[in-house]
């Protein structure tokens, strides 16, 4: 039967014995494309043609490099034989189906959110107001009721899915699947939902709370050391990216060992 426990204890031994080589990986793939996004949004100015053009490149390369470090995290959090540049070839091998998963699972996201969009439209919301002073358009007391509960039903059935597709980056990575990566998450996650959505909930949480505490204490800081606000912002930013960056290697390595308990893979069990 698989646990919780001992999943945490087998990432936990995982995170001991491999933390500068998945640290290496973190910080490449992860943490500086990061600053040099964090540094894009600070430095360039808000709602000009530039903010918008370069924002928007570097957003998707980040987001395309940040993948394939996570492709990479699992490849060595699934086996304590793979080397670094094993990691970065399995990776680089499975990036192209991984982003394709990626890219339906947006799209899909997309389609779940669109009633949203249909409602505010249809009730003759003036989006000029917002775009001009910032104000929140008068959408009417139905409109209102029917997206706080459709709001509700979204980060309910949300979690659930989001629970159940949690191992698809790591079956396409293992198993070398596409699309059907998502049947094969749903069947493997089978009767571990509620443990699963228990783990993301607390992850989540903690997450928000040292990356919020991490970018308000820097700012504060930095605040009363310089007099430039949009430095200040930007190293505030970095900060918190170091505590984004950690909580997501714990989350590819967490990751990469349920699947090893769910699949029942015969790997060496010592990781040095």
């Known amino acids: 039967m698989v646990t919780m426990s001992?999943?945490?204890?087998?990432?936990?031994?995982?995170?001991?014995?491999r933390a500068g080589l998945l640290a290496s990986i973190a910080a490449l793939t992860l943490f500086m494309p990061g600053v040099v996004r964090d540094g894009v949004t600070a430095f360039l100015t808000p709602g000009s043609t530039a903010f918008v053009a370069v924002g928007g490149l570097v957003s998707i390369v980040v987001a395309i490099i940040a993948l394939w470090g996570q492709l990479a995290l699992l490849?060595?959090?699934?086996?304590?034989?793979?080397t670094r540049s094993d990691a970065y070839a399995q990776a680089s091998a499975r990036l192209l189906p991984a982003i394709g998963v990626t890219i339906v699972a947006i799209l899909v996201a997309m389609l779940f959110v669109l009633p949203v969009a249909v409602a505010i439209g249809l009730s003759g919301a003036d989006f000029s107001t917002m775009t001009t002073t910032g104000a929140m358009p008068d959408i009417g007391g139905g409109t209102a009721a029917f997206i706080g509960l459709y709001a509700l039903f979204l980060f309910a059935f949300g979690l659930?899915?989001?629970?159940?597709?949690?191992?698809?980056?790591?079956?396409?990575?293992?198993?070398?699947?596409?699309?059907?990566a998502f049947r094969r998450s749903f069947e493997l996650t089978r009767g571990l939902t509620w443990r699963i959505i228990g783990v993301l909930i607390l992850y989540v949480i903690v997450l928000a709370v040292a990356a919020s505490a991490a970018q308000f204490i820097t700012g504060a800081v930095f605040g009363l050391l310089l007099d430039d606000a949009r430095t200040t912002t930007f190293l505030a930013a970095?900060?918190?990216?170091?505590?984004?960056?950690?909580?997501?290697?714990?989350?590819?390595?967490?990751?990469?060992?349920?699947?090893?308990?769910?699949?029942?893979?015969?790997?060496?069990?010592?990781?040095?």
């Open 75 to 82: 490849a060595m959090s699934n086996d304590p034989t793979t």
């Open 6 to 17: 001992n999943v945490w204890d087998r990432t936990t031994e995982v995170l001991r014995g």
């Open 160 to 180: 659930f899915i989001i629970a159940r597709i949690m191992l698809v980056n790591v079956v396409v990575l293992n198993e070398r699947r596409g699309l059907g």
């Open 238 to 272: 970095v900060v918190a990216g170091v505590v984004t960056t950690i909580f997501s290697v714990i989350a590819a390595v967490f990751t990469a060992q349920l699947y090893v308990a769910v699949a029942q893979r015969g790997v060496a069990t010592v990781f040095e």
